[in-house]
């Protein structure tokens, strides 16, 4: 399983950016996506996670300003970053868990992460 990730870059305090990460592959289910991030000299952290059924879980640092969407038919995960600070500045980590195969019988668990796209957020 593939995973694209879009829509990072600079953006000034208060602003917004929205990032986006496809998954592609033999993907038979997916269970959680979700977005990480991981500063300079930090370890990387959980920003956001949204379920198959769109349960949502959230970062005490970013509630009331990020929001996690998820298209199912597409595969595709969304993170829109609202009132942006420069403490989000970070590369931002697609993460999705499911399970790879054609059929029911065949199936495996898988975990991937994207590439990471970078997110400035200057003062």
């Known amino acids: 399983v593939q995973l694209v990730e879009s829509g990072g870059g600079l953006v000034q305090a208060g602003g917004s950016l929205r990032l986006s990460c496809a998954a592609s592959?033999?993907?038979?289910?997916?269970?959680?996506m979700g977005w990480y991030r991981q500063a300079p000299g930090k370890q990387r952290e959980l920003v956001a996670l949204?379920?198959?059924?769109?349960?949502?879980n959230y970062a005490d640092t970013v509630k009331g300003r990020f929001t996690i969407s998820r298209d199912n038919a597409k595969n595709t995960v969304h993170l829109q970053m609202n009132s942006l600070k420069p403490e989000d500045t970070a590369v931002y980590y697609c993460?999705?868990?499911?399970?790879?195969?054609?059929?029911?019988?065949?199936?495996?668990?898988?975990?991937?992460w994207g590439q990471g796209t970078q997110v400035t957020v200057s003062s």
């Open positions: 993460y999705v868990e499911g399970y790879s195969g054609t059929y029911y019988y065949n199936r495996s668990w898988f975990g991937s």
């Open positions: 592959g033999s993907i038979f289910s997916i269970n959680v």
């Open positions: 949204i379920t198959s059924g769109g349960s949502t």
